[in-house]
């Protein structure tokens, strides 16, 4: 493969504007039976940036987005972009400190909000006295609420004729704050150039060969890079469709790709299972698809997936702050495998004293791209993270990997201590923080368990104060009102004595050797029910 340059002054609303020139009347993307086109796409982003722009956002602003899957945040992206203002898309689960310290760490001056996340946001806002203004997405029409902050109602400020004083933006120009799970401390928000996005979509584009025949079937939410990166941009960028739903349903999976004749599905690991737990029918390979693009296939499931739905499946390795450097393609594959590193992508193992290992030897993955502005700029308002990140001029991943004879590379383990559930990246410090904040613990430690859907559940070993009173149960209804639900222990175990080493760090690696022991409380099995 080959990047030709990009000119300085390309963006994500200029690929947009391209593809309306060409063919702007063509059905672009379809939500819940709605269709849009390019023009729509383009038309309706003008109005948001004029809507936003008359409430003195301008280039560089930040504005928080808390939104489920749905058109209008298409149309804030694209309406962000083209103001050169800086989107910051918010985990609808996220509530309580790590909400503030998002909105906060961002400095988003302006959120716009789905009204059924309102009773999650107004208890934070006195926290975040940066933030001024907020836009309410009211779906039922009825009043937006009086909240302490000046409030506007969306459907209001788009109801315009898409005038706005227009601003150069560059390719190097931020478009995007992304938060990580924050492996070792607090989330960070990593800084997006217009031109990663661009780029992310070439190599996806390229990879899975992509054409104006395709229709590719979206189920992730756009709060994560995945959805706006690996399907909305090379979609985009190839002409392609793209289908956007609310979320995954295995009910829904198979009808919905078959209605909009999908060719292709981007998945995360744990989906996998839940498509082969239904029962085997004759036809199941009487499908459009002919790609599923994702990462965490089970090496055992690989065969059965491919073979019993008639797919090719591919696979990678990405960080939202790289992209994607190793991919399986179209036509350079290897099962089970992460696939070769990318056009314009430098990569090498090293132990930790920073030397290149060989073939067969797991090292830390280190990488950087030659093409310009393809990779986060840095960790906003965290500059010692950033140069922490960037050690000897190489991004550190902080993953161990090992590379075969042949060049390609298979994930080994994390190095840093986070844990992933359900498609969704978790800090262990920030179950850790609230865990810690209950009066009746003394210590804790999250670790990751492997569970049935082949990714991590959440166990947390505690230690309690003296005269414990605290159970199990309530532990977690204390945790429900103050994390989002994914990041809620399954497992509890309360202990005399958390191991340590001699400087009292706690050996979280033990405690992932022992596993789930005989006096580990399962919420599962003791029917404890968990709130979204």
Request: net charge negative; charged share 25%; with cysteine.
């Amino acid at each position: 493969m080959t990047f030709e340059n990009l000119s300085h002054k390309m963006n994500i609303h200029g690929a947009l504007k391209e593809k309306v020139k060409k063919c702007g009347s063509q059905d672009f993307f379809y939500f819940q039976d709605q269709s849009f086109t390019y023009s729509d796409l383009d038309r309706e982003s003008d109005k948001v940036a004029k809507g936003l722009q008359s409430l003195g956002i301008r280039k560089g602003d930040k504005v928080a987005i808390i939104m489920d899957n749905r058109p209008e945040f298409l149309f804030l992206w694209f309406g962000l972009s083209k103001l050169g203002a800086i989107e910051v898309p918010i985990n609808t689960a996220h509530k309580g400190d790590l909400l503030v310290h998002m909105i906060d760490t961002a400095q988003c001056c302006l959120m716009v909000v789905e009204s059924s996340y309102l009773d999650r946001v107004v208890p934070v806002l006195k926290d975040v006295p940066g933030m001024e203004k907020i836009v309410v997405l009211n779906d039922d029409n009825t009043l937006v609420p009086h909240l302490n902050k000046t409030t506007f109602d969306y459907h209001t400020e788009i109801e315009n004729d898409g005038v706005f004083q227009k601003t150069e933006v560059l390719l190097s120009d931020p478009f995007a704050i992304i938060f990580t799970s924050g492996t070792t401390g607090p989330s960070k928000g990593s800084l997006m150039p217009q031109n990663y996005a661009l780029f992310m979509g070439k190599v996806c584009m390229e990879c899975c060969e992509y054409t104006e025949d395709d229709c590719l079937y979206n189920t992730l939410p756009l709060f994560h890079g995945n959805a706006q990166f690996l399907s909305t941009m090379p979609a985009l960028m190839s002409g392609a469709k793209m289908v956007i739903s609310p979320r995954f349903s295995a009910s829904r999976f198979w009808p919905d790709v078959k209605k909009y004749g999908c060719t292709e599905f981007n998945y995360i690991g744990g989906i996998l299972p839940i498509l082969l737990k239904a029962d085997p029918k004759p036809d199941d390979a009487d499908n459009p698809l002919r790609i599923m693009f994702g990462g965490g296939c089970p090496p055992d499931l690989f065969d059965a997936v491919e073979n019993r739905f008639g797919v090719t499946l591919l696979e990678g390795y990405g960080m939202s702050e790289i992209g994607l450097p190793l991919l399986n393609t179209m036509k350079s594959r290897k099962k089970g495998t992460c696939g070769k590193p990318v056009y314009g992508c430098q990569v090498k193992l090293v132990d930790d004293f920073g030397i290149e290992v060989t073939p067969g030897i797991p090292g830390e993955l280190l990488l950087r791209n030659k093409e310009p502005f393809t990779m986060l700029l840095g960790y906003y308002n965290m500059p010692e993270k950033t140069v922490e990140a960037w050690k000897d001029l190489w991004f550190n991943t902080g993953d161990y990997l090992v590379a075969d004879q042949d060049g390609f590379f298979n994930f080994v383990d994390r190095k840093k201590d986070a844990l992933r559930r359900r498609g969704e990246n978790i800090s262990s410090h920030e179950v850790e923080k609230v865990i810690n904040s209950n009066p009746a613990v003394l210590e804790s430690a999250a670790i990751g368990v492997k569970s049935e859907m082949t990714e991590d559940e959440v166990l947390v070993c505690i230690k309690l104060k003296n005269n414990p009173s605290l159970t199990p149960d309530s532990l977690l209804d204390y945790c429900q009102k103050r994390m989002a639900y994914f990041m809620v222990p399954r497992f509890v175990r309360i202990m005399d004595e958390l191991p340590k080493t001699k400087t009292q760090k706690i050996l979280k690696a033990r405690l992932r050797d022992e596993g789930i022991t005989q006096d580990t409380w399962d919420r599962e099995k003791q029917n404890y029910e968990l709130k979204r």
